[in-house]
């Protein structure tokens, strides 16, 4: 079965800087799909960004990037230029490209960021 | 726009009631998933369906929990004889067909509170 790490329950970064949130996983598997969510107090889960394994483009969007490392079996989150509306809690998640196990997504705990005015 | 909607937004029952959870897809999409997400943790995933057929029920924690989705629209997850430890949000996600890297749109989660 997978697992996914987030090792840090909270961070917290003054407006209009960068913040990196930190994400593990562990898998036999040589190919799959990473996802960062985000969930503001309002609790309706969203999709921030996505990354699929096979790719070595880290993947991009706007002030959001992650920095995958296969190897590793790491896939961080760099958030730029830090706006309030970044603060919610952050879940990263994985998904089998097989359906082996769980079709469904297996998330982290979270991360909750702070953004500070 | 019309995102996932699930009712009731809160629902309180005693232990030992049964309840059902209801949940709108987005139109036209084939898959959907429940998850349950204990106070502070990330959503745990529950069951999935593509259309009407159920998947994966691989999560469902005991026999008590039932999900169906006779349509392959909407969809309810049902508990029976409640237990304190059945108290969480269940969150409802759906996703168009295309591949498993499609995104899951989620729903705002049903909170339930077993006394």
């Known amino acids: 079965a997978q697992t996914v790490t987030q090792s840090q329950p909270e961070m917290s970064v003054q407006e209009a800087e960068t913040v990196t949130l930190s994400c593990t996983y562990d898998t036999s598997e040589s190919d799959y799909y990473l996802f960062w969510y985000k969930q503001p107090p309002s609790r309706q889960m969203i999709l921030v960004i996505r990354?699929?394994?096979?790719?070595?483009q880290n993947a991009t969007e706007n002030r959001f990037s992650v920095n995958f490392q296969k190897a590793a079996k790491s896939f961080s989150l760099k958030i730029s230029d830090s706006q309030l509306g970044d603060a919610a809690m952050y879940f990263c998640?994985?998904?089998?490209?097989?359906?082996?196990?769980?079709?469904?997504?297996?998330f982290g705990k979270g991360t909750h960021l702070i953004i500070q005015p | 726009g019309a995102g996932v909607s699930q009712s009731p937004r809160y629902k309180v029952a005693k232990r030992g009631q049964d309840v059902a959870l209801r949940c709108d897809p987005i139109?036209?999409?084939?898959?959907l998933f429940w998850y349950q997400q204990a106070l502070g943790q990330g959503p745990e995933f529950l069951t999935y369906?593509?259309?009407?057929?159920?998947?994966?029920k691989s999560g469902l924690p005991s026999d008590r929990f039932f999900a169906e989705r006779p349509e392959g629209s909407v969809s309810t997850l049902k508990i029976q004889r409640t237990q304190q430890e059945d108290s969480a949000v269940y969150l409802c996600?759906?996703?168009?067909?295309?591949?498993?890297?499609?995104?899951?749109?989620f729903g705002d989660g049903t909170r339930l509170s077993i006394l």
């Open positions: 369906f593509q259309n009407e057929a159920q998947l994966d």
């Open positions: 990354q699929e394994a096979y790719k070595q």
């Open positions: 998640a994985y998904r089998s490209v097989s359906g082996g196990g769980a079709d469904g997504l297996t």
């Open positions: 139109s036209g999409h084939v898959s």
């Open positions: 996600a759906s996703s168009d067909a295309g591949g498993r890297n499609q995104p899951q749109h």
